[in-house]
């Protein structure tokens, strides 16, 4: 009796082999999970960026608008990468475009 034969049982060392397992499963399982976060993470988050896209786009002098500082104006300047708001009587700010994170409808600041 061998070193070899206490550690391995020479019944299990004359097995013979079993098949490997299908890979089938675990691709579509790959693809499953790829799938779910495409559809709960990837395109909600495409479709907001589109529409944030569209809204600094169609920006115009006089809209009410909301920063992402929080901060709500009237915009009385645009430019093509800025946007003057104004938060008070003769107090403009200058912000990026990209900061402006949603519009207001008209009469809401002298509302509040």
Known sequence: MSLLDILISPAAAQAAGQAAPSPLPSFLLMGAVFLG?????IRPQMKRAKEHRELVSKLQKGDEVITSGGIAGRIDGLDENFVSV???????????????TAVLPKGTLKSA
């Open 86 to 100: 104004e938060v008070a009587d003769k107090v403009s700010i200058k912000v990026q475009r990209g900061a402006v």
């Open 37 to 41: 976060m495409y559809f709960l993470m």
